[in-house]
């Protein structure tokens, strides 16, 4: 059975990273990849500057907040601390669809 297994395995490593949506730059047509330290273009070689890091504004993005982010601009409903310990509601926002740039938007 653990014979069975590694091929699997093998394949699943080979099949590269993990894709979350299309590239939301203008004209791009690229595909959105977890990378080390961020979400990036795949046609980043051809001089695509897009990309979101996985720690924005203080948070750990997740591979579904980065697809939301994409795909609808936004976010759902986050909470957040400020700098007196008050707790906040806001929605990370892409803020400039050719670079990645996030912004928060506050309830």
Known sequence: A???R????????ASGPTVVGAC???????QIFLGRKGYGCSHYKTGC??????SSLGRT?????????IEKGKTGKLKFKDASGES???????????????ALERE
Do not use: H
């Open 49 to 54: 500057s897009f990309v979101i890091w996985k």
């Open 2 to 4: 653990v014979a069975a």
């Open 88 to 102: 906040y509601e806001a929605r990370i926002a892409l803020a400039n669809p050719n670079t990645g740039e996030l």
């Open 6 to 13: 590694a091929p699997a395995q093998a394949t699943v490593a």
């Open 24 to 30: 939301p730059r203008p004209g791009c047509g690229g």
């Open 61 to 69: 993005l997740t591979d579904a907040m980065v697809r939301s982010l």
